[in-house]
């Protein structure tokens, strides 16, 4: 047997540091994963149990009134185009079982292999780099303002990012397209933060016509409902763009089983149709960013970017390990930067899904 040689998994390195956070007598404030922790809405909910009965084998592309309310949830909330001329349509969109799969698996579905070079940011959610090795691909950290390597054949961009909360704008995801296109690349843009930008911060889709000057060829656009409708329990996820690739992606995925639950399908239908429980998401997770960032702040740590998504990117200009380990002495549990690539040695990175009193209890212990 020779499994694929892949990073341990990092989450076990935080062991020592969570016990002694746990050991805290009020209770640990664990803000290291980001994992919701607010309901799912509750006509999601209903729309899952309703469709507790289904006995037959749903469709990997999704049903109609899925990815009719997926492409028309991407215009509404992000203007990402309709028309034929930009090229998204219902057919140019495909459920997932949570975007992680995608990310692991985008690679090897489009092929990619020895030779080919995955590109994607030097600080950035590890499943880009295990999916490049997966493949059995070369992986290459790439910083904003360099160049993508000869070679690339896929370049990943997240905006909002995963861990440091950057927005970049529509002018930066346009030059990274054109770059893409210079060398015949894919794009995947992981949009899974897009919807919660913090108060005054535009977020932009790669499926907006700015950016991609009115053609989708190239692009793919990965969206999650984990965090946006509180559903990371349920696996809901979904990819939409170049209409070319979203058929080769269905084709490689019926093959491969890779099929959402009915159940999960008509809740994420539900759940796109709606824009109410997507504001009142946004509207918490700025409630608590307003709350611990500035406790941060008094506490001494430097708070860089941050102005999306679910995170603060933060750092004590020393190495990361004892920033954990100073708030682990206080109950709080965060993830060390550089789990996030080397570039993150000297931050951590602290999650906002935490209920509201786990939220103020944080910022009370690092007052203290
Ligand atoms: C940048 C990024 N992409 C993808 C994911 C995967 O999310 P999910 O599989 O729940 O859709 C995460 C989860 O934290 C993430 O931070």
């Not at 907006?208 to 349920?234: I, M, W």
Request: charge should be negative; hydrophobic fraction near 45%; charged fraction near 20%.
């Amino acid at each position: 047997m020779h499994f694929p040689a892949l990073p341990d998994f990092p989450w076990d390195s935080l062991a020592g540091a969570a016990a002694v956070a746990r050991g805290h007598p009020d209770g640990v404030v664990d803000l290291s994963v980001g994992t919701p922790v607010d309901p799912v809405p509750a006509a999601v909910g209903e729309a899952l149990r309703a469709a507790w009965d289904s006995p037959g084998y749903p469709q990997t592309w999704g049903t109609p009134a899925l990815r009719e309310a997926a492409v028309d949830a991407l215009a509404r909330r992000h203007g990402a185009g309709r028309s034929s001329d930009e090229g998204l349509d219902p057919d140019a969109v495909l459920p997932t079982i949570g975007s992680k799969e995608l990310v692991a698996w985008l690679p090897t579905l489009l092929g990619l292999g020895r030779d080919d070079v995955v590109a994607f940011p030097d600080l950035a959610y590890p499943t880009y780099e295990v999916g490049a090795q997966l493949a059995g691909a070369t992986p290459a950290r790439v910083r904003d303002d360099e160049p993508l390597p000869a070679g690339t054949r896929l370049a990943w961009l997240n905006s909002p990012s995963n861990p440091t909360g950057r927005v970049l704008d529509a002018a930066a995801l346009a030059a990274r397209v054109a770059e893409a296109r210079e060398l015949g690349a894919v794009v995947a843009a992981d949009e899974c933060y897009l919807a919660l930008p913090g108060p005054g911060v535009l977020t932009t889709s790669v499926l907006d016509p700015v950016v991609h000057g009115g053609s989708v060829e190239g692009l793919l656009a990965v969206h999650s409902l984990s965090k946006t409708s509180n559903l990371a329990g349920y696996r809901a996820g979904l990819v939409a763009g170049d209409p070319v690739l979203v058929a080769g992606l269905l084709q490689v995925r019926k093959h491969a089983g890779m099929i959402v639950p009915r159940p999960v399908q008509e809740a994420m239908t539900v759940a796109l149709r709606d824009d109410v429980h997507v504001a009142e998401t946004r509207a918490r997770y700025d409630d608590r960013r307003r709350v611990l960032r500035p406790a941060l702040e008094a506490a001494g740590l430097r708070v860089e970017h941050s102005e999306a998504g679910l995170y603060l990117w933060a750092t004590a200009d020393e190495p990361c390990r004892t920033t954990v380990d100073r708030l682990a002495a206080r109950g709080i549990l965060v993830a060390p930067g550089e789990f996030y690539g080397p570039a993150g040695g000297a931050h951590v990175r602290v999650a906002l899904t935490a209920s509201d009193e786990r939220i103020a209890a944080a910022a009370e212990r690092l007052a203290e």
